[in-house]
């Protein structure tokens, strides 16, 4: 599906207040200085059109924090799976969290296949919006390929002079499109004016590392003697906040929690960090990652090398979160810098 219509500005408010009313819609708001989170709104009023990645990705509502994956009875004996899923919209992803996104779907589609995570998946409808600009200086969407979109949402906007151009991508996007009414055919105006947008973009989106896309999976096969991984370990002070924020760390712990009659209970998962010292602890108490700097090269090597192997693309999307959240200001773009220097 390939078309093309226009929403004027001054009815997105309307587009998102009938858009709630058919099912929830989650989108970026504002909270605090340079804090943006994706929440549940009702209109436009409170929506960040212009906003650095949220602190967490749209990654939570398809693979949330805390997720009950069964119930069990001792008594019965009877063991009862447990599918959440919920109808809702997401608004306003950037295009580095739609890249984050399709790299889930590739995990979770996998075999084995993460039957929770394709059900949420199923009733979750993805409205894109493009960046005009660079979100701030932690950004890398370039050299990760990025900037532009490249699928995986239902609609996307692009914000013009007078209007949003929107990409209508699939048929629940179109069915929106139908069914709200808002939408105008796009006029040559407008696609002239969306082509001299991304003309621009091509200007002032640069590639923010000394090493290309193409690059970089050669950069880190290299790189696992590196002396800059013991350097980033000495600094790391493993708070996990790097994974935490990640829109395609999916790293989890199962757990088994018992009510007091001790018959009835749950089992569910949380999210898990490999920056934990734990989390390659085995029986008997050997560590197979005890450095910090042997994790950081894990997380690293999960982004740039590992899944080159298997799924054929980074799992680094350029987000930025996670130099936006790191405690001991490691940055990413230092760490690919310093390690394509090692290289020449």
Not at 179 to 197: C, N, R, V, W, Y
Not at 272 to 288: I, K, L, P, R, T
Request: proline share 4%.
């Amino acid at each position: 599906m390939d078309k093309f219509v226009t929403l004027n500005k001054q009815d997105l408010n309307d587009f998102i207040v009938k858009l709630s009313r058919s099912q929830p819609v989650m989108a970026p708001v504002a909270r605090g200085c340079k804090s943006f989170v994706f929440e549940s709104v009702d209109s436009a009023k409170a929506i960040a059109l212009h906003y650095i990645p949220t602190i967490l990705p749209p990654k939570k509502y398809f693979f949330p924090q805390r997720e009950t994956l069964l119930t069990y009875n001792k008594t019965t004996p009877a063991w009862d799976p447990v599918l959440e899923s919920r109808k809702m919209a997401i608004f306003g992803v950037h295009t580095c969290d739609l890249a984050g996104i399709q790299c889930l779907n590739m995990v979770m589609s996998a075999s084995p296949q993460d039957n929770n995570y394709n059900a949420r998946k199923e009733g979750i409808t993805i409205i894109g919006l493009e960046c005009n600009n660079y979100c701030d200086e932690y950004a890398s969407c370039n050299v990760m390929d990025n900037h532009l979109p490249n699928g995986g949402y239902d609609l996307f906007f692009t914000e013009l002079p007078d209007a949003f151009m929107v990409h209508v991508n699939s048929n629940a996007g179109e069915r929106i499109v139908n069914d709200i009414g808002f939408f105008s055919a796009a006029t040559p105006k407008h696609t002239q004016q969306l082509e001299e947008m991304r003309a621009r973009k091509r200007e002032i989106f640069k590639p923010e590392v000394k090493a290309g896309h193409k690059q970089l999976r050669g950069i880190f096969a290299g790189a696992f003697d590196s002396r800059q991984w013991d350097r980033i370990g000495e600094r790391c002070v493993a708070c996990g906040n790097c994974t935490n924020v990640c829109p395609t760390c999916y790293c989890f712990d199962v757990r088994d929690e018992i009510n007091l009659d001790f018959n009835t209970g749950t089992r569910g998962r949380v999210w898990d960090s490999c920056q934990n010292e734990e989390f390659a602890q085995v029986a008997g108490g050997e560590n197979f990652r005890k450095q910090r700097g042997q994790r950081q090269r894990h997380r690293y090597m999960r982004k740039f090398n590992y899944p080159v192997e298997r799924f054929s693309r980074y799992f680094c999307t350029g987000c930025g979160r996670c130099s936006r959240a790191c405690m001991a200001k490691i940055n990413l773009k230092e760490t690919i810098d310093a390690l394509a220097e090692e290289k020449r």
